[in-house]
């Protein structure tokens, strides 16, 4: 699970990149790390290049979906992505 979040800047397409840069290093080391059948759950941004990413973690997963805590406020772009059934 990576609950990393970048220091935001206020600009958004800045802010969604640095999380994005985050979000990559997280699955790159889930793909190392987790056995088969593992869950990858991680923040994101939503905004531009999320759906390339989500794109690529179907690749290594059996079941993505994203989700926003009730927690969040609602004019924030922040959602969590939830991986199910890594493939190895």
Known sequence: ???????????????????????EYALD???VALKKGGVFIAKSFTG??????LKQIREHFDKVFH???PSSRKDSVEMFIVAIGFKG
């Not at 531009?48 to 990413?53: F, P």
């Open 1 to 23: 699970m990576s609950d990393m979040a970048p220091n935001t800047v206020g600009h958004k397409k800045t802010d969604h990149l640095r999380q994005m840069v985050l979000l």
């Open 29 to 31: 080391f889930a793909l």
């Open 48 to 53: 531009g290049t999320t759906n390339e990413l």
């Open 67 to 69: 989700i926003k805590p």
